[in-house]
């Protein structure tokens, strides 16, 4: 069963929404819960080498910070609506792609389960925009549970 879910999170509707399906499931099945973050220090890097400003130090630790909040917050989210045992794990992503990072510490942490939100965008939206859930699907060597968030307009027709 699912002992060990990982969580990428990154503070959008759209990864909490992924959040709260984990924290069911974990729920149901006595599970934990690693909650993981991305800092993405490359892009920021190429962002601004590319004539945004120049590279400094202030701005990798503002990135960071913003990444603890992140953490933070939803295990405080966890916390307070369950009894789910959870973690965190911060990833200063220097090198690679987000799906290889997120491979790698389910590895390291002996991870069952990724449990991760998606736009559930399809074709030329996701092409354009690229998908790291399609991307974390093929990269991984255990089950990935994508969960679409609520498309509010189909809702909304009700």
């Known amino acids: 069963m699912y002992n060990r879910i990982l969580v990428p999170v990154d503070g959008s509707s759209t990864s909490n929404h992924g959040l709260e399906e984990a924290v069911k499931l974990a729920t149901v099945t006595g599970g934990r819960l690693r909650l993981l973050h991305v800092v993405d220090q ?72 990724v449990v991760l939100g998606s736009h559930g965008r399809r074709g030329i939206g996701r092409v354009v925009l690229g998908s790291d859930a399609e991307q974390i699907i093929r990269s991984a060597h255990l089950p990935v549970l994508v969960v679409r968030e609520p498309d509010q307009d189909r809702i909304s027709r009700r």
């Open 42 to 113: 490359l892009s920021a890097a190429m962002s601004m080498s590319s004539g945004y400003g120049p590279m400094n130090a202030d701005i990798f630790r503002l990135l960071k910070d913003g990444g603890e909040r992140i953490l933070q917050e939803a295990r405080g989210s966890v916390e307070r609506g369950s009894r789910v045992a959870v973690d965190t794990a911060l990833v200063e992503g220097y090198s690679g792609r987000l799906c290889d990072l997120v491979a790698e510490q389910a590895r390291e942490w002996g991870a069952d389960l």
